[in-house]
């Protein structure tokens, strides 16, 4: 499955804070080493992403579809790996449908948001039931979303493309309400056609909300990566630039807590890294250099926690990896 320094410099433009993180070759790093490997009744298969995870250590992930139970629906699993709760998406109006993305708010809800031939923001209660589902009224609905970020009940964050002449055109970052109705657009600088997949151009990466309220969007290049933090009121409060901490290393996947920012980075042919930031200021806290062959799932003060196949059971461990 796919996984997925010279000096800090900071400087404003059009009131946007801009923190640049640069840097030469592979940085020294510290070894990631197992602290603790917890069996889970979920069987092994491929992911699609996004995989988040609550302010309770649950883990929300999808499986690609090609290994029962899964069957690619959405799954949330407690933070000792002991339960899995299915998520009912594809029932009742939205049989028919497909759920293009999800996050849940600081304060527990799962969101998600529903595509049938338009976007819909579904919300669902504590026992993965549908609440209510208001469809998406930005952009005139013409909208495909790659990017969804629950910012709290009543703001959520989404990017992806305009649809013009009946296919993704423009790059688009907005706020929207619990209605689903357009309260700003982000103005972005840089935002790239989301069908563009040229070297130079930056793809859209996750989204995910940070505990000082703000959203984190991942812009990954072809090397290093860039972040947005942008506010509940669509205010583009800074861009955090970090460098890969090896040659050529592309970002796949983040995660935040307490301040900090750790961006995984691979490359085929090396072990997975990851770069922790500053969530303020994006100078370098540390790299970490892994060698577990699994997802990463969640990031905390405590460590890194990733999903591994047991060969022995086919099915995943819940493993936690912390400095050595």
Request: glycine fraction near 10%; hydrophobic fraction near 40%.
């Amino acid at each position: 499955m796919a996984r997925a320094r010279l000096c800090p410099l900071l400087y404003l433009v059009c009131f946007v804070a801009v923190v640049i993180v640069c840097g030469l070759e592979a940085q020294t790093s510290i070894k990631l080493s197992v602290e603790r490997k917890l069996p889970t009744p979920e069987f092994a298969h491929g992911m699609v992403l996004p995989v988040k995870c609550d302010a309770d250590g649950n883990i929300f992930f999808r499986g690609s579809g090609g290994h029962v139970p899964s069957e690619g629906a959405l799954q949330r699993m407690s933070a000792d790996g002991k339960s899995i709760t299915t998520i009912k998406t594809e029932t009742g109006d939205f049989s028919k449908s497909t759920l293009s993305n999800f996050d849940v708010s600081p304060d527990g809800t799962l969101f998600a948001v529903m595509s049938t031939r338009h976007n819909y923001l579904v919300e669902f209660d504590d026992i993965g039931q549908m609440k209510r589902h208001p469809e998406i009224s930005a952009f005139g609905g013409g909208i495909d979303i790659r990017n969804f970020a629950a910012l709290s009940a009543n703001a959520f964050l989404i990017a992806g493309g305009v649809i013009e002449k009946g296919r993704p055109g423009r790059g688009y970052t907005a706020i929207i309400d619990a209605d689903g109705k357009l309260v700003r657009e982000v103005r972005v600088k840089n935002e790239v056609d989301p069908q563009e997949q040229n070297a130079a151009n930056l793809v859209l990466g996750p989204a995910m909300v940070g505990d000082d309220g703000n959203a984190y969007v991942l812009r990954a290049a072809t090397e290093g990566a860039r972040v947005l933090v942008i506010s509940a009121s669509g205010e583009v409060l800074r861009t955090l630039v970090v460098s890969s901490p090896v040659p050529k290393g592309k970002a796949f996947q983040m995660g935040a807590a307490k301040g900090r920012l750790a961006v995984e980075f691979y490359r085929d042919d090396l072990p997975t890294w990851f770069k922790v930031v500053s969530t303020q200021t994006g100078e370098e806290i540390a790299s970490y250099e892994s060698e577990l062959h699994g997802m990463f799932l969640c990031y905390s003060l405590e460590g890194f926690d990733f999903f591994v196949d047991n060969p022995t059971t086919k099915k995943f461990d819940l493993v936690r990896a912390v400095p050595q």
